[in-house]
């Protein structure tokens, strides 16, 4: 089998990864919400000419902007919010689907959502906010899909 | 204890009124609960709980119709709820006080039935920028269905109403003038009785939004001579699904029904249909019967507070040292600041966002109200999405306030 150095590792290992470093936090509300807003800062800016209506993903609390490039047959996902805790929501997405494959990202089953307990975490309207973000990032993937076929 | 602020000693012992509310009593996150927002709903005490339970427990029926006992006891309770209404409103008559499933209701009630009747092509409906998106929609609605004008009372940089704007704006063709007794989002006490004064003497009638108000300030229909007066029994210590819709008895009479159903006819044949008196008229189909009768217990909960001055000037005082110690934090701007306010505090921290503030506050334990509080327009006044709002009641404590500004400033000072 070919392997790029470039390439992300596979969605198991880096949502187990992701489990692994919630794990640590335990069941303090505190310090995970902090832990989601520093990765949030962490996430790189996007920028201005990017922050368009058409980028923006409907069903979001707060404003979220998502771009998505292809590369081969993969996809590229950048992505920027004026909050940083959902800024850090959509980076644990882009860790583990930006880079990946049009196939996987359609086919990808996110269970590190659930393992972490995101959902006690953010609250049932961000959920649906997160569910969003997921469903135009698989969006994007399928319209490539049907572009490159 | 009696808890003493700045000199006044209060009737009401704020230790001992916590414990007649068992949420208060809990841990959020691993931290003691600070409930701070009120504005939204403030929380039930025991009576008010258990007078829910009881009902179902030993007197539930439907009512006005039923011969049987249970059915007597029940309608019997319910209406001793519209007496006691009436008295903490001072309403002439019982007959005007109609039970709706919140303040919602009764204006979109008064939007619809008052306003279809009687609005005409090019007459002028009169709001604030200060309102409540469910002060605004009904009046759009309406407006653009009888193609009338919506204007609106714009607001200083404080928050206060621009009496003089209003003064210019209203005039013969003026109908309808619906404005908030108190401010939702930024607490400003309007100058209810001014406006009513100035409405009557162009003919206009006035519905006041008095849901921020009831908990807090005097309400007496009578003095304050308002038409139409709208509030919730959740934001008054009593159950959620209940409103009420005062509104003077010539005016009600004049309205067609609302909402047809059973109950508020007095005869239905396939031909033609005659309706109930007032107030039933207004109360098609069963109604929140339960929640009705334990909004009595709410109303009496809050008569054994004593003088509402005395409530009120208890949570100023929680709100004179929240603003002046909110003032302290740098970045920190705070949106309306009324000459007259109740325990309301709206406001933003540069640099941080207002949900990302709220997330931490509730990690913290504290529950505080983020975004644009159903009132976007105001908020584009003020160039803003949205805010972080604390707001105030009579359980809340000088201690539960330090507990707040300290967690703020460790959230500031961490993330900003």
């Given at each position: 089998m070919e392997i790029k150095e470039n390439l992300p590792a596979s969605m198991t290992d880096i949502?187990?990864?992701?489990?692994?470093?919630?794990?640590?936090?335990?069941?303090?509300?505190?310090?995970?919400?902090?832990?989601?807003?520093?990765?949030?800062?962490?996430?790189?800016?996007?920028?201005?000419?990017?922050?368009?209506?058409?980028?923006?993903?409907?069903?979001?609390?707060?404003?979220?902007?998502?771009?998505?490039?292809?590369?081969?047959?993969?996809?590229?996902?950048?992505?920027?919010?004026?909050?940083?805790?959902?800024?850090?929501?959509?980076?644990?997405?882009?860790?583990?689907?930006?880079?990946?494959?049009?196939?996987?990202?359609?086919?990808?089953?996110?269970?590190?959502?659930?393992?972490?307990?995101?959902?006690?975490?953010?609250?049932?309207?961000?959920?649906?906010?997160?569910?969003?973000?997921?469903?135009?990032?698989?969006?994007?993937?399928?319209?490539?899909?049907?572009?490159?076929? | 204890m009696t808890q003493v602020v700045e000199n006044i000693d209060y009737k009401f012992d704020v230790g001992s009124l916590r414990n007649r509310f068992p949420v208060l009593d809990q841990h959020v996150n691993g931290k003691k609960l600070v409930y701070f927002d009120n504005a939204a709903t403030t929380?039930?005490?025991?009576?008010?709980?258990?007078?829910?339970?009881?009902?179902?427990?030993?007197?539930?029926?439907?009512?006005?119709?039923?011969?049987?006992?249970?059915?007597?006891?029940?309608?019997?309770?319910?209406?001793?709820?519209?007496?006691?209404?009436?008295?903490?409103?001072?309403?002439?008559?019982?007959?005007?006080?109609?039970?709706?499933?919140?303040?919602?209701?009764?204006?979109?009630?008064?939007?619809?039935?008052?306003?279809?009747?009687?609005?005409?092509?090019?007459?002028?409906?009169?709001?604030s920028e200060l309102e409540h998106h469910s002060n605004i929609v009904p009046w759009q609605l309406i407006c653009e269905e009888k193609e009338a004008e919506l204007k609106v009372i714009p607001i200083d940089e404080n928050g206060d109403l621009d009496i003089q704007s209003f003064e210019s704006i209203i005039g013969d063709k003026t109908k309808i003038v619906s404005i908030n007794h108190v401010s939702n989002a930024l607490g400003t006490i309007n100058p209810v009785e001014e406006v009513v004064q100035i409405a009557h003497e162009y003919g206009a009638v006035v519905m006041i939004d008095g849901a921020q108000a009831s908990a807090h300030v005097d309400i007496d229909v009578q003095k304050l001579d308002?038409?139409?007066?709208?509030?919730?029994?959740?934001?008054?210590?009593?159950?959620?699904?209940?409103?009420?819709?005062?509104?003077?008895?010539?005016?009600?009479?004049?309205?067609?029904?609302?909402?047809?159903?059973?109950?508020?006819?007095?005869?239905?044949?396939?031909?033609?249909?005659?309706?109930?008196?007032?107030?039933?008229?207004?109360?098609?189909?069963?109604?929140?019967?339960?929640?009705?009768?334990?909004?009595?217990?709410?109303?009496?909960?809050?008569?054994?507070?004593?003088?509402?001055?005395?409530?009120?000037?208890?949570?100023?005082?929680?709100?004179?040292?929240?603003?002046?110690?909110?003032?302290?934090?740098?970045?920190l701007k705070i949106i309306g600041e009324a000459k007259h306010k109740i325990g309301v505090i709206s406001f933003v921290i540069e640099g941080l966002h207002h949900f990302d503030i709220g997330m931490m506050l509730d990690a913290k334990g504290i529950a505080v109200r983020t975004g644009h509080h159903c009132t976007q327009p105001l908020m584009s006044k003020f160039g803003i999405e949205g805010t972080v709002r604390i707001s105030f009641s009579v359980y809340n404590t000088l201690e539960e306030v330090s507990v707040f500004i300290e967690s703020l400033k460790q959230i500031v000072e961490k993330w900003r």
């Open positions: 949502q187990n990864e992701i489990i692994e470093e919630f794990s640590f936090l335990g069941d303090d509300r505190e310090s995970t919400i902090f832990y989601i807003m520093e990765l949030g800062q962490k996430l790189p800016e996007l920028d201005g000419k990017y922050k368009i209506e058409e980028n923006i993903i409907k069903g979001c609390q707060s404003k979220v902007w998502l771009t998505a490039d292809l590369d081969g047959d993969r996809i590229i996902f950048n992505a920027d919010s004026n909050t940083d805790i959902t800024k850090g929501l959509i980076s644990l997405l882009i860790k583990v689907l930006s880079g990946q494959r049009l196939e996987d990202i359609l086919k990808a089953d996110l269970y590190f959502i659930e393992k972490i307990g995101m959902g006690q975490i953010i609250g049932s309207q961000r959920s649906n906010g997160l569910v969003a973000m997921i469903k135009q990032m698989k969006l994007y993937a399928l319209a490539y899909k049907s572009k490159l076929s | 929380q039930k005490p025991d009576i008010v709980i258990d007078a829910i339970a009881e009902y179902y427990k030993k007197y539930n029926a439907n009512i006005h119709r039923g011969l049987h006992a249970l059915a007597e006891k029940a309608t019997a309770a319910y209406e001793e709820t519209r007496i006691a209404v009436q008295n903490f409103i001072n309403a002439n008559e019982v007959e005007e006080v109609i039970f709706t499933s919140g303040t919602t209701e009764s204006i979109n009630l008064v939007a619809s039935a008052y306003g279809r009747k009687f609005l005409q092509k090019g007459d002028q409906v009169i709001i308002c038409d139409f007066y709208a509030f919730s029994a959740h934001k008054l210590y009593g159950p959620t699904g209940v409103g009420v819709l005062y509104g003077k008895r010539a005016l009600l009479e004049s309205m067609s029904p609302y909402k047809g159903g059973g109950e508020m006819i007095k005869e239905v044949t396939f031909e033609k249909t005659t309706f109930n008196d007032i107030p039933y008229k207004f109360e098609a189909g069963t109604p929140n019967i339960a929640d009705v009768i334990a909004f009595k217990v709410a109303l009496s909960f809050v008569e054994d507070l004593g003088d509402k001055k005395d409530i009120l000037s208890y949570e100023q005082s929680l709100l004179s040292a929240a603003t002046e110690q909110l003032k302290d934090i740098p970045g």
